[in-house]
């Protein structure tokens, strides 16, 4: 069955950096859109950014986090620099889409069981 394994997550302070990784396996995500999404406690899951034919990214992360993947090991990245307080959260990777909509949680297929980010001030 298909798996999502992220990793990476941690506690750091504000203004570090930190790259998240999201593994799959069972079957072949090279051609689909994958993408990260947080939560942080009490509120509601968001949208980060998202990888296909091109990127995308919250206007809250723009310039900050950069998504990338690797289709040889079917593994997509996050890369967050200069992190800040606000962005403590849990981070899920998030597969195969199921319409256009990239930043919509129920638009995708398969969820990683989340990393927890934790920046402190």
């Known amino acids: 069955q298909v798996q999502l394994v992220e990793s990476g997550g941690g506690l750091v302070q504000a203004g570090d950096s930190l790259r998240l990784s999201c593994a799959a396996s069972?079957?072949?995500?090279?051609?689909?859109?994958m993408g990260w999404f947080r939560q942080a406690p009490g509120k509601e899951r968001e949208f980060v950014a998202a990888i296909g034919g091109n990127t995308y990214y919250a206007d809250s992360v723009k310039g900050r986090f950069t998504i990338s993947r690797d289709n040889a090991k079917n593994t997509i990245y996050l890369q967050m620099n200069s992190l800040k307080p606000e962005d403590t959260a849990v981070y899920y990777c998030a597969a195969d889409l199921k319409n256009p909509r990239v930043v919509d949680k129920l638009a995708y297929e398969y969820w990683g069981q989340g990393t927890q980010v934790t920046v402190s001030s």
């Open positions: 069972g079957r072949t995500f090279s051609r689909d859109v």
